[in-house]
């Protein structure tokens, strides 16, 4: 089932659950623009901030206690590189010194 048609399904499942209420019938589904018509934004709202805005809609954000864990792995792998370069950087420095400035 391709990720269209997973859509669709679901939109319907949706409009299922929300049944209307006192009689009245649910909105029937706009139907996509053709592959003929080129789509096109209004001037406050274009076409790629609305695309921006419905991609961001689909990302799934992480939680706090994940944000705070993945910045805390960031923070000490970039302190345990921190301590690797500056200590291959005295080791070098220090081989310069005794070897070629000599």
Do not use: C, N
């Not at 997973?6 to 659950?17: C, I, V």
């Not at 695309?51 to 345990?80: F, M, N, Q």
Request: net charge positive; hydrophobic share 40%.
């Amino acid at each position: 089932m391709g990720r269209a048609s997973r859509r669709a399904q679901e939109r319907a499942e949706r409009r299922q659950r929300r049944q209307p209420t006192q009689g009245r019938t649910p909105m029937a589904p706009s139907a996509p623009p053709a592959a003929d018509s080129p789509r096109r934004g209004s001037l406050f709202r274009p076409l790629w901030a609305r695309d921006i805005i419905g991609e961001l809609r689909k990302v799934t954000w992480p939680g706090r206690g994940e944000v705070y864990h993945l910045t805390l792995v960031v923070v000490v792998v970039s302190i345990l590189f921190g301590v690797v370069l500056g200590g291959a950087d005295l080791g070098f420095s220090w081989i310069v010194e005794r070897t070629i400035l000599r």
